[in-house]
């Protein structure tokens, strides 16, 4: 799968760019998220540079056949409209249970436009005691990369204030649908 997600990528002119991952557990972000094409060249990002990583999506996409393709390739499904669905808990059991995990969120939760990042991630990445990696897709330039370590504050309302504005020189595929906090 590696070097077909790496030819794949040489073909549409995609790269990975940057350092892999030295941490053995984290949060990775993924940003900015406009399109539905960011899944496909952050999937083949990992894939091509073998990086396991486990992708949150929401639950409506996992019918049938497509949920037996999500779920192979790792991909977690999240109720979103479900206040009580634990996913913190779930998320730091699965971090403990393992010796290796690396956990891809979006956290505009959308690819429609929001003022609002959510903050799940930073919480998730907390209680789980591990860093977030801000990673970050590049429609203009054609790469992905894992990005800059970050180790949450305890204070998401700044840690997410901070991380947003890393991310105003982002080159997203639809522009209009993304928001960095400006």
Same mark, same amino acid.
């Given at each position: 799968?590696?070097?077909?997600?790496r030819?794949?990528m040489?073909?549409?002119?995609?790269?990975?760019?940057?350092?892999?991952?030295?941490?053995?557990?984290?949060?990775?972000?993924?940003? &900015?998220?406009?399109?539905?094409?960011?899944? %496909?060249?952050?999937?083949?990002?990992f894939l091509?540079?073998?990086? &396991?990583?486990?992708?949150?999506?929401?639950?409506?996409?996992?019918?049938?056949p497509?949920?037996? %393709?999500?779920?192979?390739?790792?991909?977690? &499904?999240?109720d979103?409209?479900?206040?009580?669905?634990?996913?913190?808990?779930?998320?730091?059991?699965?971090?403990k249970?393992?010796?290796?995990?690396?956990?891809? %969120?979006?956290?505009?939760?959308?690819?429609?436009?929001?003022?609002?990042?959510k903050?799940?991630f930073?919480?998730?990445a907390?209680?789980?005691?591990?860093?977030v990696?801000?990673?970050?897709?590049?429609?203009?330039?054609?790469f992905?990369?894992?990005?800059?370590?970050?180790?949450?504050?305890?204070?998401?309302?700044?840690?997410?204030?901070?991380?947003m504005?890393?991310?105003?020189?982002?080159?997203?595929?639809?522009p209009?649908?993304?928001s960095?906090?400006?």
């Amino acid at each position: 799968m590696k070097y077909l997600a790496r030819f794949i990528m040489w073909l549409a002119g995609w790269k990975y760019k940057g350092e892999l991952p030295t941490e053995k557990k984290a949060v990775i972000i993924s940003v &900015p998220h406009t399109s539905n094409w960011d899944f %496909i060249w952050g999937e083949l990002a990992f894939l091509s540079q073998g990086i &396991p990583a486990f992708i949150l999506m929401k639950k409506e996409f996992f019918f049938f056949p497509l949920g037996m %393709i999500l779920r192979a390739l790792r991909v977690i &499904p999240v109720d979103r409209g479900n206040k009580d669905s634990q996913l913190v808990d779930q998320m730091v059991k699965e971090f403990k249970s393992r010796d290796s995990m690396y956990l891809c %969120i979006t956290p505009e939760g959308s690819r429609k436009k929001r003022k609002k990042w959510k903050k799940g991630f930073l919480v998730i990445a907390k209680a789980a005691g591990v860093p977030v990696y801000l990673g970050r897709i590049d429609y203009k330039e054609k790469f992905c990369e894992v990005g800059p370590l970050f180790w949450p504050t305890g204070q998401p309302d700044a840690d997410l204030e901070y991380i947003m504005g890393t991310y105003r020189d982002a080159h997203p595929k639809f522009p209009e649908n993304f928001s960095c906090g400006n």
